[in-house]
């Protein structure tokens, strides 16, 4: 699978622990878009080619990253086709792939310690999307869209 992640300056530590966690998949292939540094770069922006990679197809998913995840997650779903679901707990993150099929996962890097992080990432690349009646939601989430 294809993943792509960025983030902005409060969270390119949390960026480096998610990919060695996305490390310990070898099917995963990883497309880092940055930031690189701590020098303060906007977040919509990070969202904007996060999520290019994965509506045009070049990545199945994303993950993205900020102090908080809220702006990120915020920029991420004004976005056609992104179903980004903000995470800070391993249930959150189970349910979204589960009910939402939640094509990007946020994160905050001013919110979230290293341990938790690395368990959100892991359910979040290991569960499935059940389908069935939630398939019928997320087909009404596409007409809001398309409104
Ligand atoms: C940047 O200072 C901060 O606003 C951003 O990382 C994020 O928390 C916004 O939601």
């Known amino acids: 699978m294809k993943l792509t992640i960025g983030s902005d300056h409060g969270a390119v530590e949390l960026k480096e622990t998610v990919k060695a966690v996305l490390a310990e998949y070898p099917d995963i292939e990883v497309n880092d878009v940055g930031t690189f540094g701590t020098e303060s770069v906007d977040y919509p922006d990070i969202a904007e080619k996060v999520c290019a990679d994965v509506v045009n197809g070049r990545s199945e998913r994303g993950i993205v ?3 908080t995840g ?5 920029a991420a779903n004004k976005i056609k086709g ?4 903000l995470c800070n707990d391993v249930y959150s993150a189970k349910k979204c792939r589960e ?9 905050g890097g001013r919110v979230l310690g290293r341990g938790p992080a690395e368990e959100i990432v892991r359910a979040w690349l290991t569960t499935e999307f059940e389908g ?11 007409a809001l869209e398309n409104k």
């Open 65 to 67: 990253l900020c102090g």
């Open 70 to 74: 809220i702006g990120i997650s915020i």
């Open 82 to 85: 992104i179903r980004c679901a």
């Open 132 to 142: 069935g009646r939630h398939q019928r939601r997320l087909d009404k989430i596409t």
């Open 99 to 107: 009910h939402n099929n939640a094509n990007v996962l946020a994160m």
